[in-house]
């Protein structure tokens, strides 16, 4: 936690980069994000004639060439342009020159990336080529580039960064954790400024397969892609599998004056638990997602009260967008149902370790903006789910502090909190 007698440093972020399915580029995403359009369509990076699910959030029309050349295109997982394009995005947005830097400055800026699959779809791919053919298709590098860690590595390299270079994979937590040990990085006074974020790209045939086989994606929507995914909605019938990159830039407060950088806000809290109950299932009483809550606000030194706005793991499955409800309501007491929340995976869909990251994102820009982001398709909602979801159309509202959920498979749980400061 960052409020206790450890700490030395406040943390913020001064710099956002998103690569997702409704725009490349941070102000293409918000402007999608909170139009309320939906990225869901129909797959076309494979063929899906003998899949049960046809539809996914990718990314469309991804310039490779901007971030590898073709030689290296050959040996790195789609995972890595699309970290690659954010984490530029995002320290560009942050105005940091990393060709400018000293020798002295590059140690100080470190790498903390999230993912749930990381290079899977790579090694399915290349395993493929190796054992049906042909042969010469298949990296050399197929086994540094299946794993996970050399995502950060890529950033690393490609930015000229020697701080430290750590992923992070606790499933769809994965981002909301790698930012804040980032974060504690940097309080911690181990570095300066920490590139920090979450990437995804679980889209191949055996991994869409695995989905299903645990019964967790939608198949009822095939012919209607952009009304799949349907958090707290009555009827709502599993995951759209989505992919996608968001990074922000982290740095000291007082590293950020003292450059005259744009902050957007402070990580103020932090919070994690886990159930301890199954691999896949939450536990229905919500009480580990709610003790995560309670652990974030105390670590921010806040009550409910304080809280403007939540951003949602809401991922569209019955179960779990009941028992973030319930979750919610124990968390945040009564408070929860005067609280304007929304599930951004209504419109991105599921990017598995990137979850957290893209929720960050939508808050940031819902506190910069004074708008809150919609939860699409919540014609109906489930009896079950009554809290205010910010159903279909954005809406404007004051948020100074706002808190982000995440919940993923083996029972994990992660909270953040976020406040803005008045400069």
């Not at 009483?285 to 606000?297: N, Q, W």
């Amino acid at each position: 936690m960052l409020n206790n007698f450890t700490r030395l440093r406040r943390v913020v972020i001064t710099g956002i980069g998103c690569v997702t399915p409704i725009g490349i580029g941070r102000d293409k995403f918000w402007e999608s994000l909170s139009a309320g359009k939906s990225g869901v369509r129909r797959i076309e990076s494979f063929d899906t004639t003998d899949s049960e699910v046809k539809i996914a959030a990718e990314v469309p029309d991804f310039d490779w060439e901007a971030q590898l050349s073709i030689k290296d295109r050959k040996h790195v997982p789609r995972t890595v342009p699309l970290v690659l394009a954010a984490a530029r995005e995002a320290v560009a947005d942050a105005k940091i020159d990393t060709e400018a830097l000293t020798e002295d400055e590059r140690r100080k800026i470190g790498v903390e990336i999230g993912t749930g699959g990381g290079g899977l779809a790579f090694a399915e791919k290349h395993y493929e080529y190796w054992y049906v053919g042909p042969k010469t298709h298949a990296s050399v590098y197929i086994i540094p580039a299946s794993t996970h860690g050399g995502l950060s590595s890529e950033i690393s390299m490609a930015l000229g960064l020697r701080g430290l270079s750590h992923v992070v994979s606790t499933g769809c937590t994965s981002s909301t954790d790698a930012i804040f040990y980032a974060a504690q990085h940097i309080a911690l006074g181990r570095q300066d400024t920490m590139i920090a974020g979450g990437v995804d790209a679980p889209l191949a045939p055996g991994i869409l397969a695995g989905f299903n086989l645990m019964t967790v994606l939608t198949k009822d929507w095939n012919d209607e892609p952009q009304r799949a995914s349907r958090p707290f909605a009555k009827g709502r019938s599993g995951i759209v599998v989505g992919e996608g990159s968001y990074v922000f830039v982290l740095e000291a407060l007082e590293t950020a004056f003292e450059r005259g950088a744009k902050i957007y806000a402070e990580i103020a809290g932090y919070g994690a638990t886990c159930d301890a109950y199954h691999r896949v299932r939450l536990d229905d009483s919500g009480i580990e997602p709610a003790r995560a809550m309670t652990i974030a606000l105390a670590d921010a030194g806040i009550e409910p009260e304080q809280i403007d706005h939540v951003n949602l793991h809401g991922t569209s499955t019955v179960m779990n967008d009941k028992i973030e409800t319930v979750a919610l309501k124990i968390g945040l007491g009564d408070h929860a149902y005067k609280i304007p929340m929304s599930a951004t995976k209504s419109q991105v869909g599921h990017p598995q370790g990137a979850s957290g990251a893209a929720g960050i994102a939508a808050t940031l820009f819902a506190m910069e903006t004074g708008t809150i982001a919609p939860t699409i398709n919540l014609d109906e909602p489930d009896p079950d789910c009554d809290l205010d979801y910010v159903p279909n159309v954005a809406r404007k509202a004051r948020v100074a502090t706002a808190l982000c959920n995440c919940i993923g498979f083996g029972s994990k749980n992660s909270a953040l909190i976020l406040r803005k400061i008045d400069v």
